[in-house]
């Protein structure tokens, strides 16, 4: 049961280094220095955002098979590594409505529409298809979201001056083959091959 919530936090905090909300949590610290509001907003984005996903990967958990619910997750963290080494941009739509709304409504709107096709979106389907309690595995990508936001937020500049992106970018990337790594061989168990 533990590992429900365990995983699904580790895998969605690795996900989102170097990822396109960590820069617009910067630039939302950055524009309106309100931290407390930010992380709210990143709060509540998030889950309802990766309960839509957790509801699509626990119907899609029904009418697939172990052995091929194994396949596929190792085959998404083979895709989630590759996709952690292309950089992220933000698009200027998604800080623009920091001028009509305050700090809580800009992050809300702006992180859920971010996280729409993200990785860590398809990653949260994935492990919810993997795994059979669904609201901890939505706790458990909420808290890997916070994990790898909330510094950003509260820090803002001071990690990314101190640190090269492109070397985070790879260590995240290097931390999801290993994922891969053990989910084909739990595959490869599943499909009574080892």
């Not at 429900?4 to 820069?23: C, M």
């Not at 939505?138 to 909330?150: D, F, H, Q, S, Y």
């Amino acid at each position: 049961m533990l590992e429900s919530l365990l995983v699904p936090t580790g895998v969605v905090a690795l996900a989102e280094i170097g990822d396109k909300t960590q820069l617009l949590a910067l630039i939302l610290a950055a524009r309106f220095r309100k931290p407390w509001p930010i992380i709210a907003g990143i709060v509540a984005a998030t889950l309802a955002n990766h309960a839509a996903a957790g509801a699509v990967g626990a119907l899609v958990s029904s009418y697939l098979s172990d052995t091929v619910l194994h396949w596929i997750l190792a085959a998404s963290f083979t895709a989630t590594a590759l996709w952690t080494l292309v950089p992220d941009k933000i698009d200027d739509d998604e800080t623009r409505t920091g001028k009509v709304h305050g700090a809580f409504v800009t992050t809300l709107i702006a992180f859920f529409l971010a996280e729409i096709g993200d990785k860590t979106q398809v990653a949260t389907v994935m492990l919810a298809a993997q795994y059979p309690h669904l609201l901890l595995v939505i706790l458990g990508t909420t808290l890997g979201m916070l994990a790898a936001n909330v510094p950003v937020v509260l820090a803002g500049n001071f990690a990314a001056e101190k640190l090269p992106l492109a070397l985070i970018r790879r260590l995240a990337a290097l931390s999801f083959f290993v994922l891969a790594a053990f989910a084909v061989y739990e595959a490869m168990k599943v499909s009574g091959w080892v």
